[in-house]
């Protein structure tokens, strides 16, 4: 394997960078004091023809390789992991569904404007009863003939009320279990879907996480996603893609954290000695260097998978795995080694540490993980 980036790509990752240092980073305390959505951070990126970075041109995209997408997460969840995780969601979650399953009608109008940064995409599956557990779900859609008719609720859902575009799903065939679930695509402003809870949460608090509330919400038949009940293994499949963002999403917290961190001890005295200069400091960096490494090469290796068109649902499950409990345990980590200023809003280490905590538990917890690596190790 070769994770060397071509020349064009190295440019949109030294240009990501650029925009992190000077503006996504400056930014990201606010964003996360306030609870803001980073909606000027979105027309920035939209303006660098982020929004569609590795989507085919006919559709609005920049065709760009798929591990030069998951470089920019990353880079961005380095700077500013509320922007990182918006950007993850509306590429691998609210815009892959469409480009995987649609017909071409359905990527002209929906897919088209999403890659162009023009309308921005969220995923909706998770339900109160329905986490971990996709096959549980309750909400409804009913077959009217001309239309449907969608009733019920789904929550946790990233980028939610800022969002235009939503993947859904709905239970279209109550007596078939996993089977009967569909998949559909919902506008927002349609009559009958409107918005409930905003979750205040822990860590990426700008990424408007919300409750999507569905009462005779009619769409036209032609939303149909994919065939009549696959919408279960549209939505696995999707997630599996979805994991690899995450996994990029942790590495890039973990990686700033150390880099904050090695910026600290170099700059800080201890009994008028530098804190770099103790040996168990420089061990300590060096053994969370090591293992964001590690995890930067699982990650890499499962999204390259996914760019040659190999299996990588295992692939992606051992790197989200690994990558979010390496970043956990780093960033608590490096507040550890910082001491007292760690745990002030004056650095960003308590953040990273918030931060990294929601990367071992959307999109699959690290016990799904497990279920799924040791499953397709065959493994009963």
Known sequence: ????????????????????????????????????????????????????????????????????????????????????????????????????????????KFLVPLCKGQKLGAFGVTEPSAGSDLGNQKMTAIDAGDHWVLNGQKVFITNGYYADTYYISAVTDPDKGSRGISGFIVEKGTPGFTFGTKEKKMGIRGSATYELIFQDCKIPKENLLGERGKGFKIALATLDGGRIGVGAQALGIAQAAIDHCKEYVTTHCLHEQRISQYQYVQFELADMQARVDAARLLIYRAAQAKQDHDPYSHLAAMGKLYASEAATNVTRRCMQLVGDDGYTNRFPFERLMRDSKITEIYEGTSEVQRMVISSWMGIK
């Open 1 to 108: 394997m070769n994770f060397k980036f071509t020349e064009d790509e190295q440019k949109i990752i030294d240009m990501i960078h650029e925009f992190g240092v000077n503006v996504a980073g400056p930014g990201a305390a606010e964003i996360d004091v306030q609870e803001r959505f980073p909606s000027e951070n979105v027309e920035t990126l939209r303006e660098m023809d982020m929004m569609g970075i590795c989507y085919p041109k006919k559709y609005g995209g920049s065709e760009h390789s798929y591990l030069a997408y998951i470089a920019v997460i990353e880079e961005l969840a380095k700077h500013c992991a509320t922007t990182a995780v918006m950007l993850s969601d509306h590429h691998s979650l609210g815009s892959w569904p469409l480009i995987e399953f649609g017909t071409e009608e359905q990527k002209q």
